[in-house]
C-alpha cells in the first residue's frame, strides 16, 4: 500500500494494492452492492494502516468516496450516468481504452463491470473513465466481482482457433473438459462462462473481419453453436465503417438476445465514404514526417511486392477517400496510411488523427505514449458504428 499526494491530480491518494483499486473504483463509479462489502473492507484495511484517530465507519467511507480520496479520479471527461439514472446496464470485456463504453455511455448506459489486462490501456482507461478496469478476465478471482446482473455484455474479444484447442463445443458445454481445461485456450470460453452464469439480455460482440473465414469457417460455427447451446438468438453480420468515420474499417458484429424470439436486422451503413481530408490535423509537428531510408525502403518494398505480384504496396493516402484501416502496428512504419506534404517525405497520422478515425471525441485523454497511442487505437473500435448498431439494439430490450 502506497499513500502518496499526487500533484498532478490535486487530490490525496490512499492508493490500495494492485487488485483491490479496481474494486473501491467500481463501487465509487458504480455503487453497486456487488462492490460495496469487498470495497468497504478493502478501504478499511487502507485506512486503519494509516493510524488515524478517528474510527472507520461506513458514513466515513461513504464520504471518503465523495471527496474522491481513494485514488477515484474527480472530474473525468467520461463519467457515464450516475446510479439510478442510467437506461441500462452493460460489462466491458477485453475493454481495450473503452471504445464500446464511450458509445453505450452515450446511450445512457451504465457500466458496471470492466475488465482489461494491458496496463497501459487501464491508464487510458481510467483517464478517461475514472475506474481502471479489472485484469485477466480468465482468472475466477476477476469474474466473481461481476454483478449478478446486468444487461449487455460487450466484448471485443481476441480472435483463436477452437479446433487446435482441442475442445469442440459439444464437450465444452457437456462439460467433458470441465473449464479448467480451457486454458488450452479460448478466450470465448470466458464469455461463454460470464454469459452461462448472469444470462445478460443480450450479447454485442466485435470481432476481425475474417472471423468468418477464420480456421476454414470452425471457429464462427463454433461460436455460434456454443451460443445457441445457451439458448440465445444469434445475428451476425461485417460492417465497414466507412460512412460513419473516414476509415475503411470492416469488422464483423454478433448480436444475440436471451429472448430468442426478438428479430434483429442490422442498421444500413450504406452510403457515402466520408473523406480522410475531413480530420486532419492543421498544423503537425515535423517528428511526424518520415525518415528518408523509412520513405525509400517503403517505395523499395512496394516495387518488389508489386512485381511479384503479392503483398502489400504503400501507397500516399488520397485525402478525398477513407484511411486504409488503422491496425496495432501502425506504429512501427505508418505504411497503413501515409499524409502526402509538400516538398517533404510523407508523415505518418498523430494519434489525435487517428482517435478520430476511430470516431473519439477529441475531448478523450490519449495516452502520453505515441507508441501506446497508436497501438490502442489501432486495437479499438469505430465507436460511431457501436453506438449505431447499439441504438438498435436497445429499441429491443
Ligand atoms: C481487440 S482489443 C479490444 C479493444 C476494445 N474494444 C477498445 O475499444 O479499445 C482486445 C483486448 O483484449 C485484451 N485482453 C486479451 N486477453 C485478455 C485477458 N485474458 N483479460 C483481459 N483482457 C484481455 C487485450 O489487451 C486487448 O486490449
Known sequence: MRIQRD???????????????????????????????????????????????????????????????FDVLQDVPFPGPRRGEEDFTFIDLFAGIGGFRIAMQELNGLCVFSSEWDLAAQETYRRNFGERPFGDITKQEVKRHIPKEFDILCAGFPCQPFSRAGVSARNFLGKEHGFEDKIQGNLFFDIIEIVEKHRPKVLFLENVKNLKSHDGGNTLATIKSMIENLGYSFNFKVINSQTLVPQRRERSFIVCFRNRSKTFEFPDFSGEPLKLSTIL????????????????GHIRRSKRNKERGTGFTVGLADLNKPSNTIVARYYKDGKECLIPQDGKNPRMLTPKECSRLQGFPDSFQIHKSKKQAYHQFGNSVAVPVIKKIAKEILKKI
Open 281 to 296: 490535423e492543421q498544423s503537425v509537428p515535423d517528428s511526424f514526417t518520415i525518415s528518408d531510408a523509412l520513405w525509400d
Open 7 to 69: 500533484e498532478s491530480l490535486g487530490v490525496t491518494l490512499f492508493e490500495p494494492d494492485d487488485f483491490d483499486n479496481p474494486i473501491i473504483q467500481h463501487y465509487a463509479f458504480t455503487r453497486c452492492k456487488s462492490y460495496k462489502a469487498s470495497a468497504l473492507k478493502e478501504m478499511k484495511r487502507v485506512y486503519e494502516q494509516k493510524e488515524l484517530e478517528e474510527p472507520f465507519t461506513q458514513a466515513f467511507a461513504e464520504s471518503a468516496l465523495d471527496q474522491w480520496l
